[in-house]
């Protein structure tokens, strides 16, 4: 939607010859710019447009008089730092109660009163969209300052074409927040996740790459990487930090230049995916310890994203408990409930909240639900995640027993945090004792295929869960 609405303001500005288009909100941020090369991200720290006109228009208030929806400034008025850019034609105008359409050409008299309404009806559908962003939604909900500036951030970031890096504990809701950045940004092609953690780092390579027929032992057919599948889309880098060292200089020619090589193929291909990119580790540690490129930290920290703990922002659980009631399946807590939930630290924040709630919602058959029962339900999550018993490794049992795949189960739990790296190792351990210690008789208990072999044997060494290793 977004990315249509864009196009559509550019083209008719174009035919304008318009030299530089801009969108900016009342207390000066640069939320969107086309055209000619700008510095900075708000008004007054920036260059590259007439600042003395802009003033203007905020000098209200960043309300522009109902009589004055437009500022004109013909060519002998402008000012010296506007003639210096070769502007000859300028107009600003109120597309929003807090954001302002700033546009200047190079021609004389440029724009004319009918122009004025299509940029207004235009940029009026840009700023609907920019406030639909702003809803809260999807674990976003809360009052918080900390939370209000994230959705702030999401919605101007999605307008733009930068790198973003998500920052913030295991549960935090990274993964949310890259979706919605995809799915406001309007780009046409899809969400794609490269779950770094996941993918061994002999294959990494090929993985994001992919690979021709031949390209190494093993590469029976070509097979498409996840640059290619991410087309005209979002490529989201979870866990940017565990991206292998060896692949971290091609990671950041992707980013730089759009080109790449797939194993094999002696041609350099252009690619044509946005980057987001997520950690919940300090990364300027691993910069220092050599263990990250500063060049490829640098360039992906272009526009962050902090996201808080829940543990600091406890005033947005009400909202997170009435945005996810369908979890509780009709049942309601009670004061005391909702006062025990404010008083927990939550290590597992929002998807921890998540959890509770949806074990309530299935467990408990009352219809009001107290402090007490609630109390433990936390309890019992909190048991589980340190003890490595509960229904999650239950439940991987009986699925592998089913016939499903160890990948499909107590991987994915391990590479969603649900299963510490511990409790996956004591699973492992049991299954190969089981199996007269032999890897190879683990892999068939595990439903794991043949070819699977290397990514698992790869899998234990590099995550330190080998059951063999004490």
């Not at 565990?242 to 690619?271: C, H, M, N, S, W």
Request: with cysteine.
């Amino acid at each position: 939607m977004i990315e249509s609405i864009k196009a559509r303001l550019w083209d008719s500005l174009k035919e304008k010859e318009v030299s530089l288009a801009m969108i900016y909100s009342c207390d000066g941020r640069i939320l969107w710019h086309k055209g000619r090369d700008i510095a900075g991200k708000t008004v007054a720290a920036g260059e590259g447009f007439s600042k003395s006109c802009i003033e203007r228009s905020l000098a209200h208030g960043g309300m522009l008089e109902k009589d004055n929806a437009f500022i004109t400034v013909s060519a002998d008025a402008l000012p010296q730092s506007a003639r210096t850019l070769h502007v000859k034609s300028l107009i600003i105008q109120q597309i929003d109660p807090d954001l302002f359409l700033y546009v200047d050409s190079g021609i004389r008299d440029a724009f004319a009163p009918a122009d004025r309404d299509v940029f207004t009806v235009i940029g009026r559908l840009l700023a609907e969209s920019i406030r639909d962003i702003k809803t809260p939604a999807g674990g976003l909900s809360g009052a918080s300052p900390a939370m209000a500036r994230v959705r702030d951030l999401i919605a101007r970031y999605s307008l733009e074409e930068e790198p973003v890096l998500l920052r913030g504990e295991t549960g935090v809701g990274k993964n949310h927040v890259a979706e919605l950045i995809h799915r406001f940004s309007g780009r046409t092609g899809p969400f794609v996740t490269v779950c770094a953690p996941a993918i061994p780092e002999s294959l990494f390579e090929s993985e994001v790459f992919g690979h021709r027929r031949g390209a190494f032992t093993g590469a029976l057919e070509t097979r498409e990487g996840l640059v290619e599948t991410a087309r005209k889309g979002t490529l989201f880098l979870d866990e940017i930090g565990d991206v292998p060292l060896t692949f971290q200089a091609k990671l950041l020619q992707l980013i730089e230049t759009q080109r790449y090589r797939v194993l094999g193929d002696p041609v350099e291909r252009t690619g044509d995916v946005r980057i987001v990119a997520a950690t919940n580790r300090n990364l300027e540690d691993d910069v220092g310890a050599k263990r990250f490129r500063a060049d490829l930290y640098f360039r992906l920290n272009v526009l962050p994203i902090e996201i808080a703990p829940l543990r600091e922002r406890k005033e947005d659980i009400r909202a997170l408990i009435l945005e996810n009631e369908r979890l509780l399946r009709g049942k309601r807590l009670t004061d005391g409930s909702i006062a025990a939930l404010l008083e927990h630290a939550w290590p597992g924040n929002v998807r921890e909240l998540l959890h509770v709630l949806k074990r309530a919602g299935i467990q408990l058959e009352c219809s009001e639900i107290g402090e007490e029962q609630i109390r433990v339900i936390v309890g019992d999550l909190g048991k589980e995640s340190a003890s490595g018993a509960g229904e999650i490794m239950e439940q991987v049992r009986v699925q592998i027993a089913a016939g499903r795949s160890f990948w499909e189960t107590a991987w994915e739990q391990f590479m969603n945090r649900d299963l510490s790296r511990g409790e996956l190792k004591a699973f492992l351990e049991s299954g190969y004792a089981e199996c007269g210690q032999s890897l190879k008789k683990l892999c068939t208990h595990l439903n794991i295929e043949d070819a699977d072999y290397p990514r698992f044997v790869s899998a234990l060494h590099k995550y330190d869960i080998h059951p063999k290793v004490r």
